[in-house]
């Protein structure tokens, strides 16, 4: 199981940056993909879920109206769009996966790639 999460970038308050996981090893299309983010000194937290059907289970209140997450099984990608980017959504963030993820569950998958650093500053 391979990921990588690209698209991050340095952006100010209200701005916008869409992410992209890019999968590879596993059958993409039956697994659910998890968007986790961790801020330095903080913990990580998960920000959102996406399943095989492409339904989202959001895991911050903060983030539901200005994040949205979509999948392309065809491309194998998962894709989180940001925006209205605040200052407390620096961080770095990353997807994960593992066989029968589920979304409702608040559980750090087995898998991860290495992330993408998302700076929100004026």
Known sequence: ?????????????????????TASGFPFYSYSIAWFRQA?????????????????????DSVRGRFTVSRDNHANTAYLQLNNLRPEDTALY??????DLYCGRNSHPRYRGQGTQVTVSS
């Open 94 to 99: 990353y997807c994960a996966t593992e066989r």
């Open 1 to 21: 199981v391979q990921l990588q999460a690209s698209g991050g970038g340095v952006v100010q308050p209200g701005g916008s940056l869409r992410l992209s996981c």
């Open 40 to 60: 330095p000194g903080n913990e990580r937290e998960g920000v959102v879920c996406i399943d095989r059907n492409a339904i989202p289970t959001y895991k911050q």
